[in-house]
């Protein structure tokens, strides 16, 4: 049966559609789960091939309990990949909410105050800011040193930015479980990346270094320079 150009789309567009989902759970661990499932149904596949009627038995009722189970398990992911392929707001920054923000970053990392700020971009995080306090304000770097200031009430949570706005601060982000031997914050920035596409900044206590996760990763820590040509990416995106 020859190849009709109906079956060269229909190709194309399956092709398209498991590569757009594998992006859009590259770096969390949502994509550790779709490998788990795959190695799950594969032994599945082999013990019915082969005739092993108690082994298939076995992961045959496992995996209608197992399905349930991962939908609770893995809840976050699924909120954040469905949010994902809705409609959200990146992050747009100008230049001056720009450098404003690293004026605020390069005051914090020097006299060694932690500080916390998400980056909005396509995953609404507004199920976080309701857990601190929400104020809309314009972005400046003296608002950044005052929010992070030691003995303030807002000072531990994190900040989200919502396009050149100081949105919501003295918000509570979810924990990693991933890398123990981190900071609180350095867990809790790995967390939001872990479950939106979020790019969120952090400023270390002890050292003064920033650092930056997204996707599930933290990077090394990071030069002002450094740190102003991610920014700029991400407004670029």
């Not at 496992?62 to 991962?70: C, I, P, R």
């Not at 924990?175 to 867990?187: A, V």
């Not at 809790?188 to 996760?213: H, K, M, Q």
Request: aromatic share 8%.
């Amino acid at each position: 049966m020859p190849v009709t150009w109906r079956d060269l789309l229909d190709i194309f567009l399956v092709a398209l559609l498991l590569y757009t989902l594998y992006r859009l759970m590259v770096g969390t661990r949502a994509l550790n789960l779709v490998r788990g499932v795959l190695v799950y149904l594969l032994v599945w596949f082999i013990a019915s091939l082969l005739g092993l009627s108690t082994l298939s038995w076995l992961l045959g009722n496992a995996a209608t309990l197992g399905a349930f189970a991962l939908i609770v398990v893995f809840q976050p992911e699924l909120r954040a990949f469905l949010e994902r392929l809705g409609r959200g707001q990146r992050f747009s920054s100008g230049p001056l909410a720009l450098e404003e923000l690293l004026l605020g970053l390069s005051r914090l990392s020097e006299k060694r105050r932690g500080a916390l700020i998400a980056l909005e971009r396509r995953t609404p995080l507004g199920e976080y800011a309701v857990s601190g306090e929400i104020l809309d304000a314009r972005l400046s770097a003296r608002l950044l040193e005052t929010l992070f200031y030691p003995g303030t009430p807002l000072h531990d949570g994190g900040a989200i930015l919502r396009g050149e706005r100081l949105f919501a601060a003295g918000c509570v982000f979810p924990i990693s479980e991933s890398q123990i031997g981190l900071g609180t914050r350095h867990r809790a920035a790995l967390g939001l990346s872990e479950v939106s596409d979020a790019l969120v900044i952090v400023v270390s206590e002890e050292t003064g270094a920033i650092r930056v996760a997204e996707g599930g990763r933290l990077s090394p820590p990071l030069s002002l320079e450094a740190l102003r040509e991610r920014l700029k990416g991400v407004a670029r995106a």
